[in-house]
């Protein structure tokens, strides 16, 4: 019988082996590293999406609260214009008309999230009101609005100006 003696590449040594298995877990470890790395690209990929969301609706929101704020002293305006309608023109077909266009404005700032301050009687909150004077009154609590507020997620879109009470009164 002959024997059969094995070629050089088929015989491995126990060195070969052992490289064998340190390449391997080298590899495996690689592989765990760069599985990390597309992880954490995909996270900082997923925030950078919400980011950037945020950041255009932020700049929607400041686009048009400045184009409201132009808005604003034309409806004051025409509010203090009815406020002071002469008698013989109220009920008339030219005041109702001036009516109907102080109402859309008012359902307009309505639709946008726009809500008027109501401040007589409040105390005063530094955050809406900013005091342009004080009368002789028992309590320091807001007596009149110069100039309405108005509100808008949250935050006033434009400060109401306000007559305070001085606390000396009686």
Known sequence: ????????????????????????????????QLREQIARSQADYANLVRRSREENAQIGEWSENKIILKFLPTLDNLERALEHTPEEFKGHAWTEWF???????????????????????????????????????????IQAEVETGYIRSGKALRHAKVIVGNGEGK
Do not use: Y
């Not at 024997?3 to 470890?29: C, F, H, R, Y």
């Not at 909150?125 to 005091?131: I, K, Y």
């Open 1 to 32: 019988a002959e024997e059969v003696i094995p070629k050089a590449e088929e015989t491995t040594s126990i060195g070969q082996v052992s490289s064998d298995n340190s390449e391997l877990e080298q590899l495996k470890a690689e592989i765990a």
């Open 99 to 141: 009516i109907s266009i102080v109402r859309a404005m008012q359902k307009i700032l309505t639709d946008l999230g726009v809500q008027r301050m109501n401040c007589v009687g409040q105390e005063i909150n530094p955050d809406l009101h900013d005091v342009i004077s004080q009368i002789p009154h028992a309590t320091t609590t």
